[in-house]
């Protein structure tokens, strides 16, 4: 499972161009930022963007929202320097788009060096069938469903309760959880449509992604409270805990909570439903 000393609930794309962007940023309320450096910046833009890039994360004032640049693909003229450039500018990790085996993001670490993490898209067939050895990668510590891609390459039809991806989803968050690190739902591309996008983040929660990749600030509240623990799941889990440890020092290996059993496992998730939403209180105390 990711860590949870950091949520991931809202992941905000962010154009790497533009500066009025990258300057509001600073104060919303996200999880993490993806700058984007190539779906949103024109190829004639994308050395300017790099630049304004750079000097923004040198700046600072992100507090404690992770810092994920999504560079070109290595195999443009842009993504190479791209890499040079953003590694030394202080990233949380390198998002690293049109992945489909390990060996591209061996290319990547070879130009970033062991160090900097790296997220990758999950966007083709091939990506989501590699997606076990990918996740097991050595420096990859996120994976990022590219949905809109996705449909495109498989030439399925774009439905709201999302059937012809869901293959696909959920090999992707199989894969994160065995390799114990995140995984980012898609877009919703309809931004003005609120209902909908609840809908789809609840369904990617019910998954087990540990939050949605985002294409506007409106949408960032709605996220958020999807992939947060709810009060009655917060205070499951605490009398969970609490019945637990009662019954073990009465030497009893269960106990019984709302009519169900308690079991050992029930503890393990019970204790990351409070690691998460204390990581989410400390997000807030920023």
């Known amino acids: 499972m990711a860590s949870p000393s950091h949520p991931y609930r809202s992941v905000l794309y962010i154009p790497g161009s533009k500066e009025r962007a990258l300057e509001k940023a600073r104060d919303l309320p996200t999880d993490a930022i993806i700058f984007d450096l190539e779906d949103a910046v024109a190829p004639d833009a994308k050395a300017e963007a790099r630049d304004t890039l750079v000097a923004a994360l040198r700046a600072g004032g992100y507090g ?24 030394e500018a202080g990233p949380d990790a390198i998002l690293l788009p049109k992945v ?5 993001i061996d290319n990547l670490t070879e130009v970033i060096g062991p160090d900097l993490p790296v997220w990758t898209m999950m966007e083709t067939p091939v990506s989501v ?31 709201a309760d999302r059937l012809p991806l869901m293959t696909a989803l959920q090999m992707v968050v199989m894969a994160a959880r065995a390799a114990r690190i995140v995984a980012v ?25 540990d939050g949605k990749t985002l294409i506007h600030p409106a949408q ?7 992939f947060a623990p709810t009060n009655s799941e917060i205070d499951l889990a ?25 079991e050992n496992l029930h503890i393990v998730a019970a204790q990351r ?14």
């Open 273 to 286: 439903i409070l690691d998460r939403a204390q990581a989410i209180r400390d997000m807030a105390a920023e």
């Open 238 to 262: 605490e009398r969970q805990i609490a019945a637990y440890e009662e019954s073990r020092a009465s030497g009893q290996g269960i106990a019984v909570v709302d009519g169900q059993i308690v």
């Open 64 to 87: 404690k929202r992770a810092r994920i640049v999504r560079i070109n693909a290595l195999t443009t003229e842009w993504g190479l320097e791209d890499a040079r450039a953003l590694c």
């Open 129 to 159: 069938f590699n997606a076990r050895e990918i996740a097991a990668h050595r420096q990859v510590t996120g994976l990022v469903a590219g949905t809109n891609d996705l449909t495109k390459d498989l030439g399925c039809r774009v439905r």
């Open 220 to 226: 960032i509240e709605i996220a958020n409270t999807a």
């Open 185 to 209: 739902d898609g877009v919703y591309n309809r931004f003005r449509d609120g209902d909908g996008l609840k809908a789809e983040c609840e369904q990617g929660r019910d998954l087990g992604f």
């Open 100 to 104: 489909n085996t390990p060996s591209d």
